[in-house]
């Protein structure tokens, strides 16, 4: 059972450059969701999904896109990178995304920002 | 103002005693608690939900003050493996999908 898997792991962009976090998960979860973790900061939202074809902005959505074809991924999208996106990601997910379940997280993808 | 507020610590305590701390909401209306545990540079994973009369898990007692709008977190018999970031969690209503997260406050337990 993978659970939440995300990838890369890893990564450094160039300012400017574009790329793809991608997260799939196997729980059959409707609700999915992207977090971004910086020093001193607690996780903040950055976009989140209640199921298939529907999205919604989180606490800090400039700068990235998302979509939600399919139950099983939501990838997350950085248009334009810049160093202010330098973070750890987490892509979670639950059955209900309220408060009455708890969020299964990925591994975390290391983004650095040049 | 932060919306939980959490001392960073970090709280470095020797094996077998008890450590506690709290974790600050700015929201009364908020209705649902969780302490999550995070390992270095490892992601986050639920430890407990917080309750309204407070609850045990184990070595770990969570409790809830409405009044003074704080929850907190108790361990006893600390283990080296309990050596982690303890994240605060809040939910303004419990089918609300944006949760809060405090910053963590971190244990070390030292043999």
């Known amino acids: 059972n993978a659970g939440v898997t995300q990838t890369p792991k890893f990564q450094v962009l160039k300012t400017g450059q574009s790329m793809t976090l991608q997260c799939a998960q196997d729980?059959?979860?409707?609700?999915m969701s992207w977090y971004r973790q910086d020093p001193g900061m607690g996780l903040r939202l950055i976009h989140y999904s209640v199921g298939a074809g529907i999205t919604d902005q989180g606490e800090v959505p400039n700068g990235y896109n998302v979509s939600r074809s399919t139950t099983e991924d939501f990838p997350l999208r950085l248009l334009s990178a810049a160093p202010s996106q330098t973070s750890v990601y987490f892509c979670a997910s639950s059955s209900t995304g309220t408060g009455n379940s708890p969020l299964h997280f990925g591994n975390g993808t290391r983004l650095t920002v040049t | 103002r932060k919306e939980v507020e959490q001392d960073p610590g970090p709280f470095n305590v020797p094996e077998g005693a008890t450590v506690a701390f709290n974790c600050t909401y700015s929201n009364s209306a908020s209705q649902s608690f969780f302490w999550y545990r995070q390992d270095c540079r490892k992601e986050p994973k639920l430890l407990m939900s917080?309750?309204?009369s407070g609850n045990e898990d184990g070595r770990f007692t969570a409790q809830l003050n409405r009044a003074s709008q704080y929850i907190s977190l108790l361990i006893r018999d600390s283990k080296l493996s309990d050596s982690a970031t303890y994240l605060c969690?809040?939910?303004?209503?419990?089918?609300?999908?944006?949760?809060?997260f405090g910053a963590g406050t971190t244990v070390t337990v030292r043999a």
């Open positions: 729980m059959n979860h409707e609700y």
């Open positions: 969690v809040v939910s303004i209503r419990s089918n609300d999908y944006k949760l809060s």
């Open positions: 917080v309750y309204s």
